[in-house]
């Protein structure tokens, strides 16, 4: 995937490339720490950025073992926020999932980190009340993909 970005070097202007690093080749991605009482949301939050790690950047998935990088990702909290209420029924119309996380991805020869976040947060909303009567999941699930794009792309170079 090719990426318009900046050059590290001022002096070269933009460039059409990747802003992924180019001297990291695998990357390893345990199962999700999940610090809250949402059962599922670690092991959503692991396939969403393996998914994206995998579609979205030149590096592999690989073991622990064999990689260079690793990613290690801590969901701190989890919450149900109403954003609107219908003036009939005092229902929730609209609810938001918000997804709290601590991340650090480190080099595995020297554990120096390369990126990070402490209380990097997303919202993915759903519409539990009639006439569309969505599950909870929905507003999970976005939430969670929402998650694993931001944590990608953090990890680009910084330009």
Request: contains cysteine; glycine residues 6%; aromatic residues 6%.
């Amino acid at each position: 995937m090719l990426v318009t970005g900046c050059e590290t070097d001022p002096s070269k202007g933009w460039v059409l490339g990747t802003t992924y690093s180019t001297d990291i080749k695998t990357i390893a991605i345990p199962v999700v720490q999940n610090d809250t009482f949402d059962r599922e949301v670690g092991y959503l939050l692991t396939n969403a950025l393996i998914r994206e790690v995998e579609t979205r950047t030149p590096w592999r998935v690989t073991g622990e073992t064999v990689a260079d990088t690793l990613l290690d990702v801590t969901i701190t909290d989890v919450k149900l926020r109403a954003l609107s209420q219908s003036r009939l029924t005092k229902l929730d119309q609209e609810v938001a999932v918000q997804l709290t996380v601590d991340w650090n991805w480190e080099r595995m020869d020297d554990s120096s980190t390369i990126a990070g976040w402490e209380g990097m947060g997303t919202a993915g909303m759903f519409f539990p009340s009639n006439p569309l009567g969505e599950p909870i999941e929905l507003g999970r699930l976005q939430s969670v993909e929402l998650m694993a794009r931001a944590i990608v792309d953090r990890m680009a170079e910084s330009w």
